[in-house]
C-alpha cells in the first residue's frame, strides 16, 4: 500500500485549471508537512508547493506564485493543489511527499521520508 496517492492530473490547453490531490492512505496525514514537486522530461525534480502539517506555513516556487494555491483538510487526510492559468512550462510528473521535519528549506527532499507515485500533467495546444 503506497501511503501517499496523487490524482487529478491530465491534458490542459494553456491558460486551463485542473486541481490535484494528495491522499493518504493508511499515514495520519495530519502530522506531516506536504510538499508538491514536478519532474519535467529532462530536467531535476523541483518544489512547487509547501504546507505545513497545521496549514501556518505555506510557500510557493516564484514560478508558480500566483497561480498554484495549495491547501488541506487533514479531516479527509488529503492535500490539494489548485492550479490556474497553466502554462505549457507547468508540465511535468507531479508527485507529493510527506515529512515530519523542515528546515530553512522548505523543499529540501531529504525531510521528506514518504512519495507517490506521481501524477502525469501536460500542457499543450
Known amino acids: 500500500q503506497v501511503p501517499l496517492v496523487e490524482s487529478g492530473g491530465g491534458l490542459v490547453q494553456p491558460g486551463g485549471s485542473l486541481r490535484l490531490s494528495c491522499a493518504a492512505q493508511?499515514?495520519?496525514?495530519?502530522?506531516?508537512?506536504i510538499g508538491w514537486f514536478r519532474q519535467a522530461p529532462g530536467k531535476e525534480r523541483e518544489g512547487v508547493s509547501y504546507?505545513?502539517?497545521?496549514?501556518?506555513?505555506?510557500d510557493y516556487a516564484d514560478s508558480v506564485k500566483g497561480r498554484f494555491t495549495i491547501s488541506r483538510d487533514n479531516t479527509k487526510d488529503t492535500v490539494y493543489l489548485q492550479m490556474n492559468n497553466l502554462k505549457p512550462e507547468d508540465t511535468g510528473l507531479y508527485y507529493c511527499?510527506?515529512?515530519?521535519?523542515?528546515?530553512?528549506?522548505?523543499?529540501?527532499?531529504?525531510?521528506?521520508?514518504?512519495w507517490g507515485q506521481g501524477t502525469q500533467v501536460t500542457v499543450t495546444v
Open positions: 504546507i505545513g502539517s497545521t496549514g501556518d506555513t505555506i
Open positions: 511527499a510527506g515529512g515530519l521535519l523542515s528546515g530553512a528549506d522548505l523543499f529540501d527532499e531529504d525531510d521528506f521520508s514518504t
Open positions: 493508511g499515514l495520519a496525514l495530519e502530522y506531516y508537512n
